[in-house]
């Protein structure tokens, strides 16, 4: 699903991977996983990779929650994302949250408030399943990411 510039949601819940690259999909499973649930004020969006260009579609939205695969630390990480100050943007091919949330600020004058939750891959090969292990991670991921929308 694509954002399509539906101005009155709130929160915005980007799934982020590519679902051909197995445990790399888990970003947008959560994703799909939070929007069949219909919760209120809340839009998600899923693509491959963020770019630089989609920081002013998401400066409409109040809240964002990143979801994305990650091959180290622990199996559900939920955090808020901070700026880092004196960041420079040395290739748009690869950008951090980090980067987005200091980009919104020092373009925009706009504190962008986002957390990103990441959930640890096993399996990064071509192939469209989630590991069984991920599978269950992700399950704990939408239970996370739906309590802190239901505040």
């Known amino acids: 699903m694509s954002l399509n510039g539906d101005k009155s949601k709130d929160i915005l819940v980007i799934g982020i991977g590519n679902p051909l690259r197995c445990d790399d999909g888990v970003g947008p499973y959560v994703a799909e ?16 990779q963020l770019q630089v260009e989609d920081l002013e579609r998401m400066l409409e939205f109040e809240r964002i929650i990143l979801v994305d695969a990650s091959m180290s630390g622990p199996h559900v990480d939920f955090r808020q994302v901070q700026g ?61 990411i739906c309590r802190s929308i239901k505040g």
């Open 33 to 48: 996983c939070i929007e069949a649930k219909g919760l209120n004020a809340v839009k998600v969006w899923i693509t491959q």
């Open 84 to 144: 880092v100050k004196g960041q420079t943007l040395s290739s748009s091919h690869h950008l951090s949250a980090e980067t987005f949330v200091t980009l919104a600020l020092s373009i925009y004058r706009k504190n962008m408030h986002m957390h990103l939750c990441s959930i640890r891959g096993n399996h990064f090969e071509v192939g469209d399943k989630l590991s069984p292990q991920v599978l269950a991670c992700a399950q704990e991921a939408v239970e996370l």
